[in-house]
């Protein structure tokens, strides 16, 4: 038994990475190699004749690359640090106070968590705000939605932190915001790199709510631009560009993980299992 | 929820009167303005809409006049007559259903396999985490690519399967690639719920004699328990707000069989019909929430007797 699965594992888990993520990889980066006529029927056949250069650079230029690049960090950036800031200060008064008051605040702020946003009624609303069609409605709407689970991380984690440290500086007259900013920010950075990388994980790949709030356009994030480019019956099975596309778009989260590795997966771990 | 926003809305009157006079000591150390912005957004940005999605299904907003009337329940008198309804609520729970089985399943046979923690395990965990990087509209297109009925699965089988054009199939492949793309974030969740397992345990397992098999039913998977209810909420809960893989892969075809209630949104808002949308996105809301708290209420209790 032991020495079928010794030799037995590492082989099986070769044969699930090949299949699972291998064969999909490897047809990606083939098509995206490929002229139109070899990728309109895809498979995963080397190209006949490579044309990546072109490829890339077709759906670099037309699909607007560069701009939806532009447009999805002027909004998930702005998102990000708002979830984490404005979730910070409030984890930490929900942490710290006890009454029945925080804990309805607390339940409130965190029913975000299992709730899904009502994201017709959120056009409307924006509409009245002339904020539709926005990034800074995109940014409020994607900051309401990822305000759950920051406050829900950080509230657990701050409860773990020993009061007294912030008790010593207070008896050096530090104000609360002096407390928050030198103690309190700088401990939560464990948890601040999981708060993150999991608002970046949903709101840099989506499209749902980018195509309500933003409706494409002038202001359409680089998934949004991908779903127009796709869907354009100009580009309908283009599987060339479509793929040159997708490679050019998911690069910049692989950097990210590839850099980050350790400290992404243990964040997320240690987020989610307590 | 909506008894939460009752409940918070008098209680700063019963609060302040307590200490009158003399902040208390709480209020100085910790004040609540810290907290004000956050709520400010989150009630601004998330509940409203919430809330007002409890009015507008019961208007007839749409693009094609400019005042919003009252009209009581005709908007979900159209969507059950002509069968939206029911089919959407069928289809999103049997796809929230069967994407967390997936999603679960596959995690969980990883973390596994992965669980020693060599050189070659750790490349390997990051080779299954890939797709979870990956943005799921690009996942929906590289299986529409493969699964096509001129694609890449059946060019290399030999065959001509429509994969994805069976009223009946379709829904459970395109569940499977959902539990493909995130397999990789269960498969963190329970690599560290494995490793949270005192090792000693384990050790006395194996000397009562406990083979692999029994190991697992009897101590990982009882001790697995919080990485269980934390990965099958977030699976069930995201998984019933699923658009991108379905929109891209089928579109809710074949026949609106993979329509779920994003599809259906995302259709009708596109013809104009808000209040439509709007009654369907109340739909939604109920039935998470109908699902969530017996789920998340049942769950943490079953951590308590395991």
Known sequence: MTAVWRHGRPALVLLLAGLAVGVPLWLVVVTSAKPQAEAIRPNLDLPRRWQPGSNYEDAVSQGEMLRGFLNSLLVVVPSVVLVLILGAGAAWVFARRKSGLVSAAYALCISGLLLPPAVITIVMELRQLGLANTRPGMIAVYTGMYLSTSIFFMTGFIRAIPVELEEAARIDGATPSRIFVRIVLPLLRPVIATATIMVMLYAWSDVFYAFFVLGGGERATLPLNLYQVASAQLYLNNWHLVFAYVVVMSLPMVAVFLVGQRKIVSGITSGAVK | ?306
């Open chain 2, 1 to 306: 929820m909506t008894d939460t926003v009752v409940r918070a809305e008098p209680a700063p009157v019963t609060g302040a009167p307590k200490k009158a006079g003399r902040l208390p000591r709480a209020a100085v150390h910790h004040p609540w303005w810290f907290a004000l912005p956050a709520i400010a957004v989150f009630t601004g940005f998330f509940l409203v809409p919430n809330l007002l999605n409890f009015y507008y299904p019961f208007t007839d907003w749409s693009s094609y006049h400019p005042d919003i009337a009252f009209t009581g329940l005709d908007n979900f008198q159209t969507i059950a007559d002509d069968g939206s309804l029911l089919r959407a609520i069928r289809t999103t729970l049997l796809y929230a259903l069967l994407a967390a089985l997936f999603q679960n399943g596959f995690g969980l046979v990883l973390a596994l396999l992965l669980e020693a923690d060599t050189r070659f395990n750790r490349f390997f965990r990051a080779v299954f985490f890939l797709p979870v990087l990956i943005s799921a509209l690009a996942t929906g297109y590289v299986f529409q690519a493969l699964l096509d009925q001129d694609g890449a699965v059946n060019s290399v089988l030999g065959t001509d399967v429509p994969w994805l054009g069976s009223t009946t199939w379709t829904l459970v492949l395109v569940t499977l690639i959902h539990g493909w793309k995130w397999m990789g974030l269960s498969m963190l969740i329970y690599l560290a719920g494995l490793k949270g397992i005192p090792g000693d345990m384990l050790e006395a397992a194996r000397m009562d004699g406990a083979g692999p098999w029994r190991t697992f039913w009897s101590v990982r998977w009882p001790m697995l328990a919080p990485a269980v209810t934390f990965n099958v909420t977030t699976a069930l809960i995201g998984s019933m707000n699923t658009f991108d893989i379905v929109q891209a892969t089928t579109g809710g075809g074949p026949a609106a069989s993979t329509e779920v209630f994003n599809i259906y949104m995302f259709r009708i808002f596109g013809q104009g019909l808000y209040a439509q949308a709007s009654a369907m996105s109340l739909v939604l809301f109920l039935v998470v929430v109908a699902v969530a708290i017996p789920l998340v209420i049942g769950l943490r209790r079953r951590e308590q007797t395991l």
